[in-house]
């Protein structure tokens, strides 16, 4: 039986054998891995030249407009004194209206950045959930009105408000020369330009900072709430030094906004010689000297409102250096890490 057994074993027909191998990716067997297709490097190559194109235009455009500012401004700074507008040269021109634009940009400044960074951790430390969803769309509208919008409401309703304050002022505290009277008996003074320009920068700030404030690295703030940390002082030691570039760069941003402001301020403000109080009508800034003066200008007019602007693009240049500057040295803390 076992022999019969053995020879009807080798006679039937045998199975295909099953062999098993052993896939080895590219980086096992020594070779590079290979794309699937070539549309990844392609798209690599149009993002990069899209990327180069568009800072070259920007760089090219900067120029430009520079170009184009000292070209048409030169008449005006090579132009005898007695031929500009103040009668003292072009330089006797500009100094109060730069004088004026910074003051109301300081100012406006100094009422907005601590508005904004409050709204800011209210939206992204306290609020609830829903709660700040809500602010951060309304923060968002704010940002899309129009300056003329703003100018309106700061000629019919805020500049009539702020009369009793201003006499208040003056009447109080008149012996500090910014707030020296008679005050405005329409409102229509630098101190209401600024506030409209504040008014107009806190969106702006509000967003960029709400933004920094939410990319806080978790551990950083859960660790100092373990080791005992109350809310304040956990923001205090760990959402501030993180957040301190972009806090820098969201206020540069507002300051650009407040120095290049026009229809506001030429609404609201009452132009008028430089002055060192902010409760009475005087004062002007540049861009508002442009917007008033330009629709008649013509000649040697015409270039002396360039030359304004030219000077408005200079200062724009430098704070934005310096934001620059200011930023780089405070951008070593690793918080990120």
């Known amino acids: 039986m076992t022999k019969a057994a053995d020879e009807t074993a080798h006679a039937l027909p045998k199975g295909p054998e099953v062999t098993t191998t052993q896939t080895k990716t590219p980086e096992q067997s020594g070779g590079t891995p290979k794309l699937s297709s070539q549309g990844g490097a392609a798209g690599d190559r149009i993002f990069s030249g899209a990327a180069l194109t568009a800072g070259i235009i920007i760089l090219v455009v900067l120029c430009a407009v520079a170009v184009f500012l000292v070209a048409q401004a030169f008449p005006a700074l090579v132009a005898p004194q007695d031929q500009i507008a103040s009668g003292k040269g072009f330089w006797q021109y500009i100094l109060p209206l730069v004088v004026g634009t910074v003051i109301a940009a300081a100012v406006a400044l100094v009422i907005a950045t601590p508005i904004s960074i409050g709204v800011a951790l209210f939206?992204?430390?306290?609020?609830?959930?829903?709660?700040?969803?809500?602010?951060?769309?309304?923060?968002?509208?704010?940002?899309?009105?129009?300056?003329?919008?703003?100018?309106?409401?700061?000629?019919?309703?805020?500049?009539?408000?702020?009369?009793?304050?201003?006499?208040?002022?003056?009447?109080?505290?008149?012996?500090?020369?910014?707030?020296?009277?008679?005050?405005?008996?329409?409102?229509?003074?630098?101190?209401?330009?600024?506030?409209?320009?504040?008014?107009?920068?806190?969106?702006?700030?509000?967003?960029?900072?709400?933004?920094?404030?939410?990319?806080?690295?978790?551990?950083?703030?859960?660790?100092?709430?373990?080791?005992?940390?109350?809310?304040?002082?956990?923001?205090?030691?760990?959402?501030?030094?993180?957040?301190?570039?972009?806090?820098?760069?969201?206020?540069?941003?507002?300051?650009?906004?407040?120095?290049?402001?026009?229809?506001?301020?030429?609404?609201?403000?009452?132009?008028?010689?430089?002055?060192?109080?902010?409760?009475?009508?005087?004062?002007?800034?540049?861009?508002?000297?442009?917007?008033?003066?330009?629709?008649?200008?013509s000649g040697l007019s015409l270039s002396t409102l360039i030359a304004a602007g030219l000077v408005l693009f200079v200062i724009t240049l430098v704070v934005n250096v310096i934001a620059r500057w200011v930023i780089s040295r405070h951008k070593e803390f690793s918080g990120a890490n």
Not at 131 to 143: E, K, N, P, R, S
Not at 191 to 218: D, G, H, N, Y
């Open 123 to 297: 939206i992204s430390h306290y609020a609830p959930r829903r709660v700040a969803q809500i602010l951060g769309y309304v923060i968002d509208l704010l940002a899309a009105i129009p300056s003329v919008v703003f100018g309106a409401w700061g000629i019919s309703f805020l500049a009539p408000a702020l009369v009793p304050g201003y006499n208040w002022l003056a009447s109080t505290l008149g012996w500090i020369p910014i707030f020296s009277g008679p005050a405005s008996a329409t409102g229509k003074t630098l101190l209401t330009a600024a506030v409209v320009l504040a008014v107009m920068v806190i969106p702006i700030i509000t967003s960029i900072s709400r933004e920094i404030f939410l990319q806080t690295p978790k551990l950083h703030e859960e660790a100092a709430l373990a080791l005992g940390a109350t809310r304040w002082e956990m923001i205090r030691m760990a959402v501030f030094p993180f957040a301190r570039p972009g806090i820098i760069s969201a206020v540069m941003l507002g300051l650009g906004r407040a120095l290049g402001e026009t229809m506001a301020v030429a609404l609201v403000l009452s132009s008028g010689p430089l002055i060192a109080s902010l409760i009475q009508s005087g004062n002007q800034t540049i861009a508002a000297e442009i917007a008033l003066n330009f629709p008649e200008a």
